[in-house]
């Protein structure tokens, strides 16, 4: 028996010895790729010496003799922090992921392919100009020039990814950079899946009930359209939800609900305590570990720029320069149109236009996969735009028979300047410069809030479609694309493009809001991304004479919930402190109990307390149940609260309080009856997760902000070393955004907000700060890979200094880039 316990013990030790050792061989080639910051290289592809000095939050300030130097170098820090990221993005842009996942992504490459955006990355970059085509070139230079690193010093394949996936590297160039801000523009888009929503509702709502789940922003009128159905005959009513291509985290096309949001404020000098200029910007992505953003500094022969910029594009896309700061949000212009295209029954091959059948544009793309055969499409376009699959958003489910549906969309141009605006914002030395650069933005259509010394100014840069009076639903829905009327004439000038320069006022802002009440076809756009946020923004400006860094910092993260307060007391009118106290144990007392806690609330969507959980999961139910049985399967689409429908139902806005009957039972509901019975519902859903105690219940275990890992943070064991969660404050509707998923069974993950966040004053503009939600590195080894995501958590930030001393001072690294041959 001894014998045996001794070999076990033996056995027992050597495996762990083994696994020791195997974890130390697996650190070692990890470890690998993670860069030493003080290195020195020569390197070709430079004209003098560069430096990269990484300060103590790993934000590379880039020094060199030359513009050129300069974007190569900041090729070379994107590279050394981010390569997987970067290569992720291009196959994504290219429609080749499925080179390295298989099957589970060939979806994603057909419809990627179908648009065709990297195609119109490479046409594009013909038109851009000089010193954009030299920026693009020396980045590109710079992306090759570590990847020859990689190569040559085995380097453990440029990121620990690559050893799952052994797919080579390829060199990078111009066309790369351009089709990636084509992919922000595809995420940032939510038109299309609107278009085929309204279509899908029209067809079983009346058009009083079509407003009520859909409506107009307040201030706007209301547009009477026709239904789907005599726009385009032959289409049956169906209730299935709206399907998309799957791919997990990998798929980069959004929801309607994840379609673009963001943050940003600026107040004139003479709303300044300082007398200078301020600007908030907190632009919204989902969330990924790492983030999509990183901070760079770049010394330019115009000055210093400093910022969040997306690897693989060598500008600062939101930041400041020394006499300029610029911020983005979602524009929500309507750049998007879907026509539904009759294919001539004669000839499969054809299409009717205006003027008769012409041939679609048609070739072949083959979509090599791994671990099986290769796949060949065939892909289609009209004059209208690409042919979309009825997969994509359920296009097929409003297309009738004979037809297939087609995409007119600004990004779909050869022609997109859009980078040359993004290359010149960063040497624009006045607002009124800016303004006039942003006349080459094509996609994606940004409010750009901008502030300089002197002044505030907000604009719409991007291209507008010119539409024709007469289009038939006014670009609400699909229609005929053989009618002249419904097709694009052409974009709008420049000049048409919303803007506001200086307002008397001394503020402005944006949250996703409307910001103009013009009759179409200048009317921007029917579908906005905010009604709520932008009155709690309203509120805290108006509470100061004077605005501060702190004051604007103190708005970014605003917990309060403008919609919390505002629906809390129509909901529950009926409901509070009535009855008698219930026996305790009984869905009653718990009721109550819930009632007690929200009477004392201020809407504050704090992390640490019940109330918010007990708002958010009473008022998901109850819209659930208000739409479940007239909507069926199509409920499913609504994943998130719709604060106009509630606030109609319940003030009974055109008879909307119908929604309250459950149209299967005998009994007619009130509106008062469907809150209690989804309040009961709620909390019932609740106790069994969270336990009996209401009291003990916190917001911030539901509402974790989840930055996984795109491709590892699904894997066993390795999902708790890649991915990044926290406890967050904040909601859908808060200043301080904090999406939540809104579906599956965790559906309060906070999954898309702020993942930058950046204040800059002009009276002070080394007192500037700025954090970003996770960490500088993609490398889950290194300590910057999730350093900062616990400041972004608590409310902190960092400095953001163009002064070269603080940079150096307390330095993680200096990288010194000198000639090959010097």
């Known amino acids: 028996m001894f ?37 020195s ?119 620990p990814e690559f050893f799952f996936f052994s797919n080579e590297i390829a060199a990078w160039q111009p066309a790369d950079s ?33 407003r009520d789940i859909l409506p107009d922003a307040p201030g706007s009128g209301i547009t009477a359209l026709p239904d789907y159905a005599s726009l385009v005959p032959g289409v049956s009513p169906g209730l299935a939800p709206l399907k998309m291509a799957s791919g997990g985290g990998l798929s980069p096309f959004p929801t309607r609900e994840m379609a673009g949001a963001s943050n940003a404020w600026a107040a004139a000098p003479a709303r300044s305590a300082a007398g200078g200029s301020i600007l908030a910007n907190d632009p919204h992505l989902g969330f990924t570990a790492p983030t999509v953003w990183y901070l760079a500094r770049l010394e330019l022969a115009s000055g210093g720029v400093i910022g969040g910029t997306v690897p693989g594009i060598p500008a600062v896309l939101v930041g400041r320069s020394e006499a300029l700061g610029w911020g983005l949000t979602s524009s929500y212009l309507d750049d998007q149109d ?13 299409y009717r236009t205006p003027d008769g059948w012409k041939d679609f544009v048609t070739r072949k793309s083959i979509i090599t996969v791994k671990d099986a055969a290769p796949v060949t499409i065939t892909l289609r376009w009209t004059e209208n735009g690409p042919v979309l699959p009825g997969t994509h958003y359920d296009i097929g489910s409003i297309t009738p028979p004979g037809h297939v549906a087609a995409l007119s969309w600004t990004a779909l141009t050869g022609a997109d300047t859009s980078m040359s605006a993004v290359i010149g914002m960063m040497g624009a030395g006045s607002v009124a410069e800016a303004m006039e650069i942003g006349r080459l933005v094509v996609a994606p259509a940004q409010n750009v809030t901008l502030a300089d010394t002197r002044g505030v100014a907000m604009q719409l840069m991007g291209a507008m479609p010119a539409r024709d009076p007469g289009h038939q639903s006014k670009g609400r829905m699909p229609v005929p694309g053989w009618i002249a009327e419904n097709r694009w004439q052409g974009i709008l ?101 819930a009632l007690e806690i929200l009477a004392a609330w201020n809407g504050e ?25 007239d909507l069926g399967p199509l409920a499913d689409t609504f994943t998130h609260v719709e604060p106009l429908l509630i606030e109609r139902v319940y003030r009974n806005v055109e ?60 894997l066993p064991v390795l999902r708790y070393f890649v991915n990044i969660r926290q406890s967050t404050s904040g909601d859908d509707h808060t200043l301080m955004r904090g999406k939540t998923r809104g579906d599956g069974p965790n559906p309060f993950l906070n999954v898309h907000g702020a993942g930058y966040r950046g204040v800059y004053d002009f009276a002070d503009p080394d007192s500037s700060v700025f954090i970003t939600s996770t960490g500088q590195s993609g490398h889950p080894l290194s300590r910057f890979y999730d350093d900062l995501g616990e400041l972004w958590r608590r409310g902190e930030y960092v400095p953001m200094s163009l002064d070269p001393e603080l940079a150096r001072a307390a330095a993680v690294g200096v990288t010194e880039l000198t000639p090959a041959g010097n």
């Open 3 to 39: 014998l045996v316990f001794r070999w076990m013990l033996r056995l027992f030790t050597g495996m762990i010895a083994l696994c020791l050792l195997a974890g130390v061989i697996l650190y070692y080639f990890l470890s690998r790729s993670l860069p030493d910051y003080s290195e």
């Open 41 to 159: 290289f020569q390197i070709a592809g430079i004209s003098a010496p560069v430096e990269i000095v990484r300060n103590n939050d790993n934000v590379p300030h880039v020094f060199g003799r030359t513009d050129a130097d300069v974007f190569f170098a900041l090729g070379i820090a994107h590279a050394q922090d981010r390569l997987w990221q970067m290569t992720m993005l291009r196959r994504t842009a290219q429609g080749r992921l499925s080179e390295m996942f298989g099957s589970r992504t060939l979806k994603i490459d057909e419809l990627m392919r179908r648009y065709d955006l990297y195609g119109l990355a490479l046409d594009s970059v013909a038109v851009q100009d000089a010193a954009t085509t030299a920026a693009l070139e020396a980045y590109a230079r710079g992306v090759n020039a570590w990847i020859s690193q990689i190569n040559e010093g085995a380097r453990g394949r440029g990121a």
């Open 178 to 210: 351009i089709a990636i801000l084509k992919l922000l523009a595809l995420q940032l888009s939510g038109q299309l899946e609107n278009e085929v929503l309204r279509a899908r509702l029209s067809l079983v709502l009346p058009e009083a009930r079509l």
């Open 338 to 350: 879907l026509f539904i295209e009759e294919v001539n029954p004669e000839n499969t091959e054809q």
């Open 493 to 593: 000038p420049y000049e048409d493009n919303p803007r506001e320069m200086n307002p008397r006022s001394g503020l402005l802002g944006n949250t996703n809001n409307k910001t103009v009440d013009r009759p179409f076809p200048l009317h921007v756009s029917y579908d906005w991304g905010d009604t709520q946020r932008i009155q709690r923004w309203l509120t805290l400006m108006k509470a100061r004479e004077v605005h501060t860094r702190e004051s604007f910092i103190e708005a970014q993260l605003d917990t309060v919930s403008f919609t919390a307060r505002s629906l809390l007391p129509l909901i529950g009118a009926d409901l509070w402190f009535t009855g008698e106290a219930a026996p305790e144990g009984t869905p009653e007392r718990l009721r109550q109990r």
């Open 605 to 629: 969507m704090s992390e640490h307390l019940p109330e918010p959980l007990i708002y958010q999961a009473w008022i998901r139910a109850l819209q659930d149940r208000l739409i479940r049985d």
């Open 655 to 714: 008879g909307a309080s119908i929604w309250c009957d459950v149209v299967q039972s005998a009994v007619v509901e009130s509106c008062s009856d469907l809150a209690r019975i989804a309040l009961d519902e709620a909390l019932l859903t609740l106790s069994e997760t969270y336990g009996p105690n209401p009291e003990s219940w916190r917001w911030g275990d539901a509402h974790q902000a989840t930055h996984d890992h795109p491709v590892l943070g699904s």
